[in-house]
């Protein structure tokens, strides 16, 4: 069953519950692909204009070169926990790898377990792959997408949940703030008083370039360095452009050594 939900988070129970909100159990990423789930990497992966070769299971993102995986590589890729219960997924909360993963998993647990699961994921890409969707449909569980990207093609889910509570036009043009729900919060890095050498450089690098720089080459020319450099905060990756861009804590890590 696919769900779109456009507004805050809805409360459901499920057998097995994973989330990308906070919950009280952390798990990793680390399953085989079926053969759905590999067609929904590889789909994704050439829409965005980086063609690869199949993955059969998800860790193998982790020795691939394509630019587009450095941001698959912030996932927990240690073994998948599937004990009942309720998870947080340990992945990006960006797009498209949220979305990525919630179709891999969805028909992971449906072939393994059948029903009695439920993946909730955010994504504003997903409107881009309503095809890919329409195989969540037949699955026994639940794979829930919230968003805040209203489209047409929302047609394609089997049950779509407007909570936006008591928000209203009139209230944000003249009040200008949100009186709506909550949805997941977002964790930030705490800032490094003390950072390893070699980061600071990728980071004053990107500074002396602009402030900016594109994802294809930083991977190059940092490799490692530059996931650590994002780790830290001191860089954010925008995934519009695929580019890295130094953020202010980056910029008050300069200042500080």
Not at 106 to 118: N, Q
Not at 164 to 189: D, F, I, M, N, Y
Not at 233 to 251: C, H, N, P, S, Y
Request: negative net charge.
């Amino acid at each position: 069953m696919l769900e779109i939900v456009i507004g805050s988070v809805v409360e459901d129970k499920a057998d097995r519950h994973y989330t990308i909100c906070e919950a009280d159990k952390a798990t990793g990423v680390g399953f085989e692909l079926t053969p759905e789930g590999q067609l929904v990497f590889t789909t994704i992966f050439l829409r965005y204009n980086y063609p690869t070769t199949p993955f059969r299971h998800t860790a193998d993102l982790l020795q691939c070169s394509n630019p587009l995986c450095l941001l698959f590589r912030f996932a927990d890729f240690s073994e998948l926990q599937e004990e009942p219960g309720k998870y947080q997924l340990k992945i990006a909360m960006a797009d498209p790898v949220a979305l990525a993963f919630g179709l891999a998993l969805s028909h992971y647990l449906d072939a393994k377990h059948g029903g009695g699961w439920l993946v909730e994921v955010y994504s504003d890409a997903w409107p881009m792959f309503t095809d890919l969707l329409v195989a969540a449909k037949p699955l026994q569980g639940v794979l829930r997408i919230y968003t805040s990207v209203y489209d047409q093609r929302v047609v394609v889910a089997d049950r779509v949940v407007y909570n936006l509570r008591s928000v209203s036009l009139e209230a944000l043009a003249a009040k200008r703030q949100w009186e709506g729900g909550k949805t997941c919060r977002v964790t930030t890095p705490e800032f490094a008083t003390v950072a390893e050498k070699e980061v600071l450089e990728v980071v004053r690098e990107v500074w002396e370039a602009g402030g900016f720089m594109s994802l294809k080459y930083a991977q190059e020319r940092f490799g490692q360095l530059l996931i650590k450099a994002v780790n830290a905060g001191f860089l954010r990756l925008d995934t519009a452009t695929m580019a890295v861009k130094i953020t202010e804590l980056g910029v008050r890590a300069l200042d500080v050594h």
